[in-house]
């Protein structure tokens, strides 16, 4: 599966962003689906994930509370919602699938992987 992640830009701290992941090439409905970051000079890390069925999800402590992670299978797209956003926001977003309906924090349990959006919280 192919994945293409858009929705980054420019905001002013304390706006809101939706971010989002088109996948192409199969279906992601039997996939997990995850966000992943990396700000200027730092590791990748987790953002959010969300089960196929979109009955689970699990966020970063970082983003909790003002992110919302979901998706739309009949248009094999996720979506990332981030509010409050803060200069430390500031990363490429990227989103991942993993086959399954378990979904993890952990980069290594992805196999599939977009090529990021850039997003630039001024403050």
């Known amino acids: 599966v192919q994945l293409q992640a858009s929705g980054g830009g420019l905001v002013q701290a304390g706006g809101s962003l939706r971010l989002s992941c088109a996948a192409s090439g199969r279906t992601i409905s039997l996939h997990g689906m995850g966000w992943f970051r990396q700000a200027p000079g730092m590791e990748r890390e987790f953002v959010a994930a969300i089960s196929p069925s979109g009955d689970f999800k699990l966020y970063a402590n970082s983003v909790k509370g003002r992110s919302t992670i979901s998706r739309d299978n009949a248009k094999n797209t996720v979506y990332l919602q981030v509010d409050s956003l803060k200069p430390e926001d500031t990363a490429v977003y990227y989103c991942?699938?993993?086959?399954?309906?378990?979904?993890?924090?952990?980069?290594?349990?992805?196999?599939?992987w977009g090529q990021g959006t850039l997003v630039t919280v001024s403050s």
């Open positions: 991942a699938a993993k086959l399954g309906a378990t979904v993890f924090n952990r980069e290594a349990t992805y196999e599939n």
